[in-house]
């Protein structure tokens, strides 16, 4: 069964310092997310991306945050200076033509 | 925008009952409502949804009931078992329309299932 990929699976990093994140969605697929989940908390959305633009985003998701489609599989999330509150674990989510939602397995980012 | 609340936020049933798990939404707008099981470090996994179209669906031990009326959708297991403890995780979306998607999910705060032996 095709899956969302994510790499790493855990990222640590020194505050200030910029991470990419990423993620290889399920193939033929059309529709990309962002989520993120702080530890104990729920899942909440930080972007979504289709026909290679971002076509909404949360409040999360401000300017320290960008996404990317560089070739047509990897989709990518850079967080360009890090902070503490930055440490969680993120997700990549896809969808062909709706409605349900593939979630990768998560990358836990540590901000230390 | 939309906000789901989920509740309770930690439910302990013996094998074998029924646990319900109930969420609420504000958004008339939201036409789909899937749930999600999480299991400890885990993926978030889809394991029953439902459209606005629809007032309940089920499958095997699982099922889910809307009524958009009251803006509210529950989830119910039936024959609990020890393996379905974990984090359930309600969500609503918008935009969703014949064969497509347009719109981001809204989780509740999840609901932690202990299923004891």
């Known amino acids: 069964e095709p899956e969302v990929t994510q790499t790493p699976s855990h990222q640590v990093t020194q505050m200030g310092q910029e991470v990419i994140l990423r993620c290889v969605p399920i193939?033929?697929?059309?529709?990309f997310y962002w989520y993120r989940q702080i530890l104990g908390q729920k899942v909440e959305f930080l972007v979504s991306f289709y026909n290679n633009e971002i076509s909404e985003k949360s409040e999360i998701f401000d300017d320290q945050f960008s996404v990317e489609r560089p070739d047509g599989s990897n989709f990518t999330l850079k967080i360009r200076s890090t902070k503490l509150e930055d440490s969680a674990m993120y997700f990549c989510?896809?969808?062909?033509?709706?409605?349900?939602?593939?979630f990768g397995q998560g990358t836990r980012l540590t901000v230390v | 925008g939309e906000n789901v609340e989920q509740h309770p936020s930690t439910l302990s049933v013996q094998e074998g009952d029924s646990a319900v798990i109930k969420c609420t939404y504000s958004d008339s707008a939201s036409n789909y409502f899937p749930w999600y099981k999480q299991e400890l470090g885990k993926r978030p996994q889809l394991i029953i949804d439902?459209?606005?179209?629809?007032g309940e669906k089920k499958d095997q031990r699982i099922a889910v009931t809307l009524n958009k009326t009251a803006k509210h959708f529950s989830l119910h297991i039936t024959e609990t078992q020890p393996e379905d403890s974990a984090v359930y995780f309600c969500a609503a979306q918008k935009g969703v329309y014949y064969g497509g998607s347009q719109g981001n999910l809204i989780f509740g705060k999840g609901t932690k299932l202990s299923v004891k032996p």
């Open positions: 193939s033929n697929h059309l529709y």
């Open positions: 989510a896809s969808e062909s033509e709706g409605p349900e939602a593939f």
């Open positions: 439902i459209r606005s179209n629809v």
